[in-house]
């Protein structure tokens, strides 16, 4: 028990060192122009002041996502898309809450894939329509495939559970959830795929195209074959 | 000024712990990282990791049951193709991913089928040669 508080008293010492206090020269320190001090000391309220304007929140829930604070999206969805595809852009400090929650400073990117669902010998199944809208902008439905901005608050309504999620980061994040539990400095790209349970799954994911990605489920209904000719046709690269 | 430090220290501490709580449990993911700097973080398979400087994950987790498997309670059933390109991330060389996959009954219907058989024999044996010659390449 000793030796673990020992530890932790050690590691936090540590971090107390790394932190530490590096904010502007000490008075008097030869060589260094008042006008440069100055300028230091006022380094932290600048910033301070950038990443107020920069900041916002993200609040998922089940089916509706809300994001309050400047954000870049762009968004496709059938029947000219594959999937519902979700393409969000952020920079600065930004707090994650609701199925996901976490704090990110940086530039920070989240690609979010609901698969388009298929029944067992059925064509094809019709998905609800996702609503984006920015009800505090001029253009208060943004159209699909384009990158808009959102300044003030932008909310998401009929979102189905992603199954694939691509998140990235350059900068420092904590998240906390099931898309991701990571603590880093750096940059990080992770994504994290879950299939379906008695289900065939068809995953085409390029980066570089985000919006183009193919995510195909057919759903095994007991009593009845899944169409293998169909799906070993799409299946083919 | 201490004890705004401690705070800090605090805070950092518990966040990093924070990372390392258990997901969720038992369930089939696929997951791919590419991480530059400092990153403590917990993998689909929950495993937790700790890396400095650049590193690269590609993990599949599968549950299968505690005990043995029998008629009622058999390993589940994953038949699929885990198949990730990717170059160097800072001169814009994409991630590409490629996954064919069959979970529970349908990877068992599947798994009957000729066609499917040989597919993915097909497919695995592409995989593997691309990734035999990538070896090849890169080893002197």
């Known amino acids: 028990m000793r030796q673990s508080l020992g530890s932790t008293t050690a590691i936090m010492a540590a971090i107390r060192r790394t932190l530490g206090t590096a904010s502007g020269f000490p008075k008097g ?112 439905n943004p159209a699909p495939l384009r990158w808009h901005f959102s300044l003030l608050y932008l909310r998401v309504e009929g979102v189905s559970e992603p199954r694939f999620v691509n998140r990235m980061t350059y900068g420092a994040e904590v998240v906390v959830g099931k898309e991701a539990n990571a603590f ?43 169409p293998l000719s169909t799906i070993l046709k799409e299946g083919e690269p | 000024m201490r004890n705004r430090e401690d705070f800090v220290a605090r805070a950092v501490l518990i966040l990093v712990i924070g990372t390392m709580l258990p997901g969720c449990a038992n369930t089939l993911a696929f997951g791919t990282a590419t991480k530059f700097g400092l990153d403590i973080s917990q993998r689909v398979d929950q495993m937790v990791e700790i890396s400095l400087g650049y590193d690269r994950v590609e993990v599949a987790s599968i549950p299968a049951p505690e005990g043995d498997p029998n008629q009622a309670e058999d390993t589940y059933a994953v038949l699929g193709i885990f198949d990730v390109k990717y170059g160097n991330p800072w001169i814009d060389q994409p991630l590409i991913l490629n996954q064919f996959f069959a979970t529970g009954w349908a990877a068992r219907q599947v798994a009957q089928d000729p066609r499917f058989q040989e597919f993915f024999g097909r497919r695995s044996g592409e995989i593997t040669g691309r990734r035999t010659e990538e070896i090849g390449r890169k080893s002197p």
């Open chain 1, 184 to 226: 880093s400095v750096g940059a990080t790209s992770r994504t994290w795929v879950k299939p379906p349970e008695n289900a065939l799954s068809l995953l085409r994911f390029d980066s570089s195209r985000p919006m183009v990605t193919l995510f195909w489920v057919w759903l095994h209904t007991p009593g009845r074959d899944l």
């Open chain 1, 29 to 140: 320190t030869p060589g260094v122009p008042t006008i440069r001090a100055r300028q230091l000391r006022r380094l932290p309220q600048a910033v301070i002041v950038l990443a107020l304007l920069t900041s916002g929140c993200t609040w998922r829930t089940g089916t509706v996502e809300h994001y309050l604070g400047p954000v870049f999206f762009r968004y496709n969805e059938p029947p000219e898309a594959n999937a519902h595809v979700s393409q969000v852009m952020r920079i600065g400090v930004w707090a994650e809450a609701g199925t996901q929650g976490g704090l990110s400073v940086g530039l920070s990117q989240r690609i979010a894939v609901s698969p388009r669902l298929f029944d067992s010998g059925e064509s094809g199944a019709p998905m609800a329509p996702v609503r984006w809208c920015m009800p505090l902008s001029p253009i208060p």
